[in-house]
């Protein structure tokens, strides 16, 4: 299958800091990805869907101005969690489908572990 | 998207065959039935989907049933390393592709 790979796998921040996460599609183009958290013992929340040379779409509730998401490129979009705090904490996790006809699968990055000290 | 439900954890003896089941009774009739599953600290990794009829491939079986309102993710010969949150999604193609997911099933196969 196709793959996504999402760097860096673990950070560790200060308090107030700003941290971006990269996902790539590496052997096919994306024009959408998505972006999920998932904290401990949960399952995986939607936060936002990614567009290629678009404005992202946010998911009720999530802060647009905390969470900035860039897709500048059809293999490349960027998280970057802004003045993050011990509450941002937790495991993100980005996707993209191949594009094509409804039906096929999604894949997943394999994670990053955010830790905001 | 139509909602899933799914038991929130099972046991399997290592060897034998693994039967999750899920329940999707307001699913309609172009919803795709997708299965993933979560390995501890990792993404989740595609499994199998399916639209009407079973499927089958290396990793599983999905059998649905004839009024698609519930489907079972078959792991025919179960590994300790097929221990995993599973989640079973049903979602229409070509909605903006998000994948919403549930609670899942925590599989453990026990040695």
């Known amino acids: 299958g196709a793959v996504v790979s999402q760097h860096p796998s673990r950070v560790i921040c200060k308090s107030g800091t700003s941290v971006k996460i990269e996902c790539r599609s590496l052997?096919?183009?994306?024009?959408?990805m998505f972006w999920y958290r998932q904290f401990p013992k949960q399952s995986l929340m939607l936060m936002a869907t990614?567009?290629?040379?678009?404005?992202?779409?946010?998911e009720q509730g999530v802060e647009k101005d905390k969470f900035l998401i860039n897709h500048a490129s059809l293999t490349l979009s960027t998280l970057t969690v802004t003045s993050a705090h011990p509450e941002d904490s937790s495991f993100y996790i980005c996707?993209?489908?191949?594009?094509?006809?409804?039906?096929?699968?999604?894949?997943f990055g394999q994670g990053t572990r955010l830790t905001v000290v | 998207d139509a909602k899933t439900t799914q038991p929130p954890s099972m046991d399997c003896a290592e060897g034998r065959a693994a039967n999750l089941p899920c329940n999707h009774s307001t699913i309609s009739g172009n919803e795709y039935v997708y299965w993933y599953r979560q390995i501890h600290s990792q993404g989740p990794q595609y499994i199998i989907h399916g639209l009407k009829n079973n499927e089958t491939n290396e990793m599983a079986s999905l059998i649905i049933t004839e009024d698609r309102k519930s489907s079972t993710l078959i792991l025919p010969h179960a590994t300790l390393r097929d221990t995993a949150v599973y989640y079973c999604?049903?979602?229409?193609?070509?909605?903006?592709?998000?994948?919403?997911f549930g609670t899942g099933t925590s599989l453990t196969v026990i040695p």
């Open positions: 052997d096919f183009q994306a024009t959408t």
């Open positions: 996707s993209a489908r191949e594009p094509g006809p409804g039906g096929t699968e999604a894949f």
């Open positions: 990614s567009n290629e040379g678009s404005k992202a779409t946010y």
């Open positions: 999604i049903v979602r229409f193609p070509n909605t903006g592709n998000q994948f919403y």
